[in-house]
Nanobody, 121 residues
Framework: QVQLVESGGGLVQAGGSLRLSCVGFGDSFSIWAAGWYRQAPGKERELVATITAGFSTNYLDSVKGRFTISRDNARSTVYLQMNRLEPEDTAVYYC???????????????WGQGTQVTVSS
């Protein structure tokens, strides 16, 4: 059974970095795509980054050049390296397992509890 657990969040000053990790993808992780979402208070949840089974990546425009998604299939782990953080990046970050239909990412299964990222100005 898939039970995703995110970690690595925290409080950081603007310009700082954090690395989020996500484990719990279960068996056959290598055939799945994965994605990170975030949700800030009072805002809609947004898709931040995705990575396909073939390691192709895609990013929300506002994080391009600052965030990097990666995966380690041997450890069934997905990472989100976040550099040059801005106060606008403050949110709860969630990882997901999913698949693509054309260019559209579809998360599947139960979501984890998320990890809080707070960026102070």
């Amino acid at each position: 059974q898939v039970q995703l657990v995110e970690s690595g969040g925290g409080l950081v000053q603007a310009g700082g970095s954090l690395r989020l990790s996500c484990v719990g993808f279960g068996d056959s992780f290598s055939i799945w795509a994965a994605g990170w979402y975030r949700q800030a208070p009072g805002k809609e949840r947004e898709l931040v980054a995705t990575i396909t089974a073939g390691f192709s990546t895609n990013y929300l425009d506002s994080v391009k050049g600052r965030f990097t998604i990666s995966r380690d299939n041997a450890r069934s782990t997905v990472y989100l390296q976040m550099n040059r953080l801005e106060p606008e990046d403050t949110a709860v970050y969630y990882c997901t397992r999913g698949s693509f239909s054309g260019a559209t990412y579809h998360p599947t299964g139960r979501w984890g509890q998320g990890t809080q990222v707070t960026v102070s100005s």
